[in-house]
């Protein structure tokens, strides 16, 4: 009798263990599938931030580019800033726009028939 309840404590400790077994498959069944969500997730975000920095990286490029060329036109309206200082630029204002001469100088105009 002896035998036949070690052998059926043997069966049972056998089924609980394969009920844990089965449990603990569930468990990591559900964990591995929580895990991969996540991976995946991960992984999408991975992607729309490389993207965004390409984009950020592409305008960055193009706002620096911009930059140098306002640059570029500062330096040149300074540049015609001083110029307008000048006497030559007054005198060429005043003879172009303006029509004034010279007292001393004679003004020749072509025919234009």
């Known amino acids: 009798m002896r ?4 052998t059926g404590e043997r069966t049972l400790s056998t089924k609980r263990r394969k009920k844990r077994r089965k449990k603990n498959k ?11 969500v ?14 965004q920095s390409a984009e950020l990286a ?18 040149e309206l300074e ?9 030559r630029y007054m005198e060429e204002v005043a003879k172009e726009k ?3 001469v010279y007292p001393d100088e004679i003004l020749i105009e ?4």
């Open 26 to 36: 569930k468990k990591f069944s559900f964990i591995a599938f929580i895990v991969l």
């Open 98 to 100: 303006l029509g004034l």
């Open 110 to 113: 072509p025919d234009n028939k």
């Open 38 to 51: 996540f991976c995946i997730c991960v992984g999408i975000r991975t992607i729309g931030l490389r993207r």
């Open 58 to 75: 592409e305008r960055r490029a193009s706002l620096e580019k911009q930059l140098k060329t306002e640059e570029q036109r500062t330096k």
């Open 79 to 87: 540049e015609l800033e001083k110029y307008m200082q000048t006497k």
């Open 3 to 6: 035998s036949d309840w070690k």
